[in-house]
Nanobody
Framework: QVQLVESGGGLVQAGGSLRLSCASS????????LGWFRQAPGKERKFVAA????????SYADSVKGRFTISRDNAKNTAYLQMSSLTPGDTAVYYC??????????????WGQGTQVTVSS
């Protein structure tokens, strides 16, 4: 079925940048919206950004607006989250998910296992 694999996480200093990738094995990748969520230790998973199936529409959490950019390359069955001006508050496990376009976890049906992003001060 649909499988999602996040990559690109790691350790970065505050103010730095990082690009996360979400690769899908599904042949129907382009019909799904893709969302990025993150979860810090002891915290609930929160919405970060979403992009429609065609890439025409995007949505961002206020906390990352202007710093993060979501994109997708449907020919490669891959989506990206370009993160810049990172702060320690961005430290979390980042997950990608596929489903109808939305900002809620309930809007998404398929989830990756996450990739750790750690931002040091």
């Amino acid at each position: 079925q649909v499988q999602l694999v996040e990559s690109g996480g790691g350790l970065v200093q505050a103010g730095g940048s990082l690009r996360l990738s979400c690769a899908s094995s599904g042949r129907t990748f382009s019909i799904y919206a893709l969302g990025w969520f993150r979860q810090a230790p002891g915290k609930e998973r929160k919405f970060v950004a979403a992009i429609s199936g065609t890439g025409a529409r995007t949505s961002y959490a206020d906390s990352v607006k202007g710093r993060f950019t979501i994109s997708r390359d449907n020919a490669k069955n891959t989506a990206y989250l370009q993160m810049s001006s990172l702060t320690p508050g961005d430290t979390a496990v980042y997950y990608c998910a596929l489903g109808p376009y939305g900002t809620s976890e309930d809007d998404y049906s398929y989830w990756g296992q996450g990739t750790q992003v750690t931002v040091s001060s």
